[in-house]
C-alpha cells in the first residue's frame, strides 16, 4: 500500500519536472502599445500547480531607446530557470543602441524580485526604483519573512516559531547594493527622473505597506501588480473547453487517478497573512477604481490573461470595487467615484 503510494507520488514529481523542463522558454508579447509582457511559471514544489507571474517592459518613445522593467519576477531555483529566461527575453528585447534605464518595482516580495541579481549584474547602468517604505528589503536590512514570523508570533508563538525557523533555513531574501536603489519621489508623479516619461506610479498599498502601480500614460493601462489578482483555484473534473472564455485561466492535466486541477479567473485583492493589511488592501481597490484614475486596462502580476494580450477591464474593478463595503463607504464620503453599475 505505503510502497504504491510512494511509486504514485514520484511518478507524479518525474511528470511535473519534465511537464516544466519541456516549456518553451517564456517571451516578452505587446499587449499595448510600446508595452509588453511576459508571464513566468513558477512552481515552488514540483507536481503542484505552477503560478503565473508577470513582468512589463515599457519603451519610452522618441531617440533616447530607454526602456524601463517593471517587476523582476522569479529568480532561478534548483529545478527551473525563470530568472535566467527573463533576462534572455529582455536582452532579446532591447535592440542594440538602446537601453535598460530603470527597473520600477510594485513592491519587494520575492516574486517581484527575484531576477534582480542577474539583471543588475547584465545591465552596469540600471537602476532600481521603489517606494520607499520598501526599500530596507531590497538593500537586506528588514526580511518579509521574518516580518511575518514576528507578527504571528503576537497571535501564536508557535506558529510565530515554526516561521522563524522557516525564515532561517528558507531561501536568502535578494540584496540589491543600496547605491543601485532609488526611492520613489512623491513630488515627481512619472519615472522622468530616469528617462522614462510615460509611467506614472500611484500609490496602492495593502498588500504590502509601499505597492504602487503604474500607468502607461500612452495606453492607458495600469500595471497594478499584486493590488488585485485574477486567480481563483477550483478542481474541474475534466478539460475546460472554453480557452476564449475569461473566467479560465489555465487548465492542468494531472496523471490519474488525479483530477484535473483548473484555475478559475476573478479578481479579488491578493492578501497574505501576516504581512498584509486587509483594510488598506481593500482600499486600494477602492482607488483603482475611481473615475480620476484614467486607464482602460488593467493588468496584475498574477494572471495568465496579460501572457495571451487580454487584460482585464477598468469595468471589472469597479465591479469588484461595489461589492466591498470601504468602497461603499469611501463612496458616501465622496473620496471615491464609483459608476452606476459597479456592485
Ligand atoms: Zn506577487
Given at each position: 500500500m505505503l510502497r504504491g503510494a510512494l511509486a504514485v507520488i514520484t511518478a507524479s514529481l518525474?511528470?511535473?519536472?519534465?511537464?516544466?523542463?519541456?516549456?518553451?522558454?517564456?517571451?516578452?508579447?505587446?499587449?499595448?502599445?510600446?508595452?509588453?509582457?511576459?508571464?513566468?511559471?513558477?512552481?515552488?514544489?514540483?507536481?503542484?500547480?505552477?503560478c503565473p507571474v508577470s513582468v512589463f517592459l515599457v519603451r519610452q518613445g522618441g531617440k533616447e531607446g530607454s526602456w524601463a522593467l517593471i517587476d523582476a519576477g522569479v529568480g532561478d531555483s534548483w529545478h527551473q530557470?525563470?530568472?535566467?529566461?527573463?533576462?534572455?527575453?529582455?536582452?532579446?528585447?532591447?535592440?542594440?543602441?538602446?537601453?535598460?534605464?530603470?527597473i520600477a518595482l510594485t513592491h519587494t516580495h520575492f516574486d517581484h524580485?527575484?531576477?534582480l541579481p542577474l539583471l543588475l549584474g547584465a545591465y552596469s547602468g540600471v537602476e532600481v526604483v521603489v517606494h520607499e517604505v520598501e526599500q530596507p528589503y531590497l538593500i537586506g536590512s528588514q526580511t518579509w519573512a521574518e516580518e511575518a514570523a514576528a507578527n504571528a508570533g503576537s497571535k501564536n508563538w508557535l506558529l510565530g516559531g515554526l516561521l522563524h525557523w522557516a525564515a532561517r533555513v528558507g531561501q536568502q531574501p535578494v540584496k540589491v547594493p543600496a547605491a543601485r536603489v532609488h526611492s520613489l519621489d512623491a513630488r515627481v508623479p512619472d519615472l522622468s527622473p530616469f528617462g522614462v516619461f510615460d509611467l506614472l506610479w500611484v500609490a496602492t498599498p495593502g498588500h504590502s505597506p509601499g505597492h504602487v502601480g503604474f500607468l502607461h500614460k500612452p495606453s492607458h493601462t495600469l500595471v497594478a501588480g499584486d493590488a488585485l489578482t485574477f486567480l481563483r483555484p477550483q478542481l474541474r473534473r475534466r478539460r475546460y473547453s472554453g480557452s476564449h472564455d475569461a473566467r479560465l485561466v489555465r487548465t492542468f492535466i494531472l496523471p490519474p487517478p488525479f483530477p484535473s486541477l483548473a484555475l478559475i479567473a476573478r479578481p479579488y485583492t491578493l492578501c497574505p497573512p501576516f504581512i498584509c493589511n486587509k483594510r488598506e488592501a481593500q482600499n486600494a481597490v477602492c482607488l483603482l477604481?475611481?473615475?480620476?484614475?484614467?486607464?482602460?486596462?488593467?493588468?496584475?502580476?498574477?494572471?495568465?490573461?496579460?501572457?495571451?494580450?487580454g487584460g482585464w477591464t477598468k469595468g471589472k474593478v469597479q465591479e469588484l470595487a461595489g461589492t466591498m463595503p470601504a468602497c461603499r463607504q469611501a463612496v458616501a464620503h465622496g473620496d471615491y467615484m464609483i459608476t452606476a453599475n459597479a456592485g
Amino acid at each position: 500500500m505505503l510502497r504504491g503510494a510512494l511509486a504514485v507520488i514520484t511518478a507524479s514529481l518525474a511528470f511535473q519536472l519534465l511537464l516544466l523542463r519541456s516549456q518553451p522558454a517564456p517571451r516578452f508579447v505587446q499587449v499595448a502599445g510600446n508595452l509588453f509582457s511576459l508571464t513566468q511559471w513558477w512552481a515552488p514544489i514540483p507536481g503542484l500547480p505552477s503560478c503565473p507571474v508577470s513582468v512589463f517592459l515599457v519603451r519610452q518613445g522618441g531617440k533616447e531607446g530607454s526602456w524601463a522593467l517593471i517587476d523582476a519576477g522569479v529568480g532561478d531555483s534548483w529545478h527551473q530557470a525563470p530568472g535566467s529566461q527573463l533576462l534572455t527575453a529582455v536582452q532579446q528585447s532591447i535592440p542594440a543602441g538602446e537601453h535598460l534605464a530603470v527597473i520600477a518595482l510594485t513592491h519587494t516580495h520575492f516574486d517581484h524580485v527575484g531576477a534582480l541579481p542577474l539583471l543588475l549584474g547584465a545591465y552596469s547602468g540600471v537602476e532600481v526604483v521603489v517606494h520607499e517604505v520598501e526599500q530596507p528589503y531590497l538593500i537586506g536590512s528588514q526580511t518579509w519573512a521574518e516580518e511575518a514570523a514576528a507578527n504571528a508570533g503576537s497571535k501564536n508563538w508557535l506558529l510565530g516559531g515554526l516561521l522563524h525557523w522557516a525564515a532561517r533555513v528558507g531561501q536568502q531574501p535578494v540584496k540589491v547594493p543600496a547605491a543601485r536603489v532609488h526611492s520613489l519621489d512623491a513630488r515627481v508623479p512619472d519615472l522622468s527622473p530616469f528617462g522614462v516619461f510615460d509611467l506614472l506610479w500611484v500609490a496602492t498599498p495593502g498588500h504590502s505597506p509601499g505597492h504602487v502601480g503604474f500607468l502607461h500614460k500612452p495606453s492607458h493601462t495600469l500595471v497594478a501588480g499584486d493590488a488585485l489578482t485574477f486567480l481563483r483555484p477550483q478542481l474541474r473534473r475534466r478539460r475546460y473547453s472554453g480557452s476564449h472564455d475569461a473566467r479560465l485561466v489555465r487548465t492542468f492535466i494531472l496523471p490519474p487517478p488525479f483530477p484535473s486541477l483548473a484555475l478559475i479567473a476573478r479578481p479579488y485583492t491578493l492578501c497574505p497573512p501576516f504581512i498584509c493589511n486587509k483594510r488598506e488592501a481593500q482600499n486600494a481597490v477602492c482607488l483603482l477604481a475611481d473615475d480620476a484614475l484614467d486607464y482602460e486596462g488593467i493588468y496584475v502580476a498574477h494572471d495568465l490573461a496579460a501572457s495571451r494580450g487580454g487584460g482585464w477591464t477598468k469595468g471589472k474593478v469597479q465591479e469588484l470595487a461595489g461589492t466591498m463595503p470601504a468602497c461603499r463607504q469611501a463612496v458616501a464620503h465622496g473620496d471615491y467615484m464609483i459608476t452606476a453599475n459597479a456592485g
